[in-house]
């Protein structure tokens, strides 16, 4: 679905913001994250999963970063070590200007409130043992935010802020439907009042007309609490109608990243081209040319040499097979990582 239908849908205009209104909210320099796998008796390392293998981005207040990509690129694993959920092997991430590396338990306890993870499935993120007033309401008492009435008074209002009502509050997660619970979560992560939410594939377990609403929600949010997000997905129109700028990782790495407009409309990969290709036109009987990918995805264990996209790639030259290309500005505010360019 292209953009002009999406925003039919969701009758919400969208907007780039001015670059010299933005000021960093988050950096991250050479990231990495590398699994060890081990085997036999003894546990011994044979090797390494190159789950996330050096992504350098930034993120603006008030933006909305989208990151894309097939199964197993390392998208929500990269957003687990943004969030220090997952221990990062190498690299560094600042948070308004301050190494997370580097903090200590106090400092990163408090940084929790300002960074909250809206996750995948809005069933199994939530204890099923607990009523929906305890499930947003303990990580108020856990930072010591709110008390007795004033605890109840928030929880309440932010029940009504999704769109959930404050007398549901004593029902169990299973007694909501799947949109309901994602609602809850999300008002869970609105508790603390954060500056982040990094939303890893916030509706790609709902109903399409169920992913407006809550993809609606998100914007309104956005702007009421001034909100900066990580939305990460792999559906590209959904990425297209929320995010501000959009990176597009495979199997570890960041191969394009530049504005969501610049993105579909002069895609420079051939990666990302055939992404777009593949998104199916709403229209009766239109067709498009598809780019289709031979061969698999290679193993994030034992990645090949040179560009990673090379035993798939339309376009290959012998550099390809030989030297990783740097990602590197090909225009303003566009960046390819390809020798093409």
């Known amino acids: ?67 894309v990509g097939e199964s197993g690129c390392g998208k929500t694993t990269a957003g687990m070590a943004m969030l220090r959920l997952e221990e990062p092997t190498e690299g560094q991430v600042f948070f308004q200007d301050k190494d997370i590396a580097k903090m200590t338990h106090k400092e990163r306890k408090s ?86 939410i990094i939303g890893d594939e916030p509706v790609s377990a709902l109903d399409v007309s169920i992913q407006a609403q809550i993809i609606n929600l998100l914007i309104d949010l956005q702007k009421e609490f001034q909100l900066s997000y990580i939305i990460i997905s792999h559906d590209l129109a959904v990425v297209e109608y929320i995010c501000d700028r959009i990176a597009v990782m495979y199997v570890g790495k960041i191969v394009e990243f530049t504005t969501y407009d610049k993105l579909y409309s002069d895609p420079k990969h051939p990666y990302t081209q055939a992404l777009l290709s593949a998104i199916p036109k709403p229209e009766p009987g239109a067709r498009k040319q598809r780019i289709v990918l031979g061969g698999d995805v290679p193993s994030p264990i034992n990645p090949p040499s040179g560009c990673r996209f090379h035993p798939r790639c339309p376009k290959v030259m012998d550099i390809c097979r030989q030297r990783q290309p740097e990602l590197s500005d090909v225009e303003s505010g566009h960046q390819v990582a390809c020798h093409l360019y």
Request: aromatic share 8%; proline share 6%.
């Open 111 to 196: 940084l929790r409130c300002e960074m909250q993870i809206i996750f995948q499935d809005p069933y199994s993120s939530l204890n099923p043992r607990m009523p929906l007033n305890r499930i947003i309401a303990d990580p108020m008492k856990i930072h010591n935010l709110y008390t007795g009435k004033a605890l109840k008074e928030r929880v309440a209002y932010l029940l009504e802020t999704v769109g959930l009502s404050p007398e549901q509050g004593n029902r169990y997660p299973h007694e909501f439907s799947g949109g309901q619970r994602q609602r809850i979560g999300i008002a869970r992560a609105l508790a603390l009042n954060p500056k982040l």
């Open 1 to 67: 679905m292209d953009r002009e239908h999406w925003c039919f849908l969701f009758c919400l205009p969208k907007t780039v913001k001015e670059s010299d209104q933005l000021e960093t909210l988050l950096s991250v320099k050479d990231l990495k994250v590398h699994f060890p796998v081990k085997k036999g008796f003894f546990g011994n390392t044979t090797g390494y999963v190159h789950a996330v293998d050096g992504i350098s981005l930034s993120l603006e207040k008030g933006e909305t970063l989208g990151i």
